[in-house]
């Protein structure tokens, strides 16, 4: 037991956890993230809706599905990367699993995520 404190402890310590909105799987989002060429540094954007949220702590990730010239491509971001500039939600999305493997085998119109509508009860 003790080590699992100390492994916890350390972990809390080497951290930092950046302030990320809050999204959840099914959200459409913009990962934009710094890449190394050479001694060149740039920022590209990754766009896409949330597949799946797993792991906590330091190990927690995420699967962000684009569509590229008609073909998929997941790429799995770690919350913990230094690389991440920033995450922005474009929209919210309503879904009712935790993870939508079902998209893989969707194409087109299908392969769509309802979107979320806030409503208010000022009746």
């Given at each position: 037991?003790?080590?699992?404190?100390?492994i916890?402890?350390v972990?809390?310590?080497?951290?930092t956890?950046?302030?990320?909105p809050?999204?959840?799987?099914?959200?459409?989002?913009?990962?934009?993230?710094?890449i190394?060429?050479g001694?060149?540094t740039?920022?590209?954007?990754?766009?896409g809706?949330?597949?799946?949220i797993?792991?906590?702590a330091l190990?927690?990730?995420f699967t962000?599905?684009?569509?590229?010239?008609?073909?998929?491509?997941?790429?799995?971001?770690a919350?913990?990367?230094?690389?991440?500039?920033?995450?922005?939600?474009?929209k919210?999305g309503r879904?009712r699993?935790?993870?939508?493997?079902?998209l893989?085998?969707?194409?087109?119109k299908k392969?769509?995520?309802k979107?979320l509508?806030?409503t208010?009860?000022?009746n």
């Amino acid at each position: 037991m003790k080590e699992l404190e100390a492994i916890q402890f350390v972990q809390d310590q080497l951290l930092t956890k950046p302030a990320f909105p809050s999204f959840k799987t099914g959200d459409t989002i913009i990962v934009t993230y710094k890449i190394v060429e050479g001694d060149k540094t740039r920022e590209q954007d990754y766009r896409g809706d949330v597949i799946q949220i797993k792991g906590h702590a330091l190990t927690r990730t995420f699967t962000v599905r684009k569509i590229s010239h008609g073909v998929g491509v997941e790429r799995i971001f770690a919350f913990s990367n230094p690389n991440i500039a920033a995450i922005q939600v474009i929209k919210r999305g309503r879904v009712r699993r935790a993870r939508l493997y079902y998209l893989r085998g969707l194409v087109g119109k299908k392969a769509r995520i309802k979107e979320l509508k806030y409503t208010s009860n000022d009746n």
